[in-house]
Structure formats: structure tokens, C-alpha cells
């Protein structure tokens, strides 16, 4: 009977009464998912197993890219290519944001193929949920696409 009852009040709060810990981020809203064509996990790439550490989302070159959740810029810039196999290929974005299951301060959304970064996302700076980050481009990849990740715990390169 408690679960009818609770079920029952989440479904007559407004969408401006619930509380949403992120929001797709392309299209911005919390129910509707973005167009996905490679997924996270396992994959072949060039004839050879690879993992996918994030999802791609496809989308036209200057398309907006929205911050999923409110957080922090942990890093933004463009492609890290002094070392190989280490930074990232791309023009590329990292909020720092508060893992909504258990509160701690430590998920990190990563944001990569970017064709730009907005005015204002720079280290350090607080990002709102909804706010547009950058755009989709096609930077170190075959298509223009954005790669999402999310990583707990710390943004390092896997």
C-alpha cells in the first residue's frame, strides 16, 4: 500500500516540482532521450575489440550542448595530445557534479568532440543545469557526434 500511495503523489507532483539530477544534453529534457548509435561497453572498432567508455550521440556540427547537471568546471579545453595516450583527442569538457544516488561530491561528466566551448565555461567556473556548454563537432572523430562519459570517483583517462 506505501508504494501505491508514494507512486501515486511522484506522478501528480509538475515536472517544475520534481527534481531532476540530469537532463540529456542535447535536447535538454529529462524524459525524452537523445538519439544514440554506439553505446557503452564492448565493441569492434577497425577490426578489433575495443570498450566504449561512453555513449555517442550524433548531431550536426554547432548543435548546442547543454550541461546535464548543475556543477563545476573541472576542466575545459582543447585536445592534450603531448603525451601519447594521454589527455584527450578532442576539443573537451568536464563538470564536476554531485552523484545524486549517494551525494558525494565525486561524478565527473565528460563531455568530448566539441567544436567549441562557450564563453564563461573555464576552470572553476559553476554551470547550471540546462546551461549551453558548447557545440557538437566532429574534432578527432569520423562524424560529427558528442561523446558523453560519466566517471566516478576522478576524471582520469582510462
Known sequence: MKHKTRDARQKSLSRAQRVVPFIWPLNKSPDTPDEMNTSYGPRIDA????????????ASVGTPVHAMADGIVHRAGPADKTEPGQGFGSTHIILKVVDPIDGKDDLF??????DSIAEGVILGAHVHQGDVIGTVGQEDAQYPH???????GGPEIR
Not at 47 to 54: T, V
Not at 146 to 152: S, T
Open 47 to 58: 577490426d578489433r575489440w575495443d570498450f566504449h567508455d561512453g555513449i555517442d550521440l550524433p
Open 109 to 114: 561528466l565528460v563531455y568530448l568532440h566539441l
Open 146 to 152: 558528442l561523446h558523453f562519459e560519466f566517471r566516478k
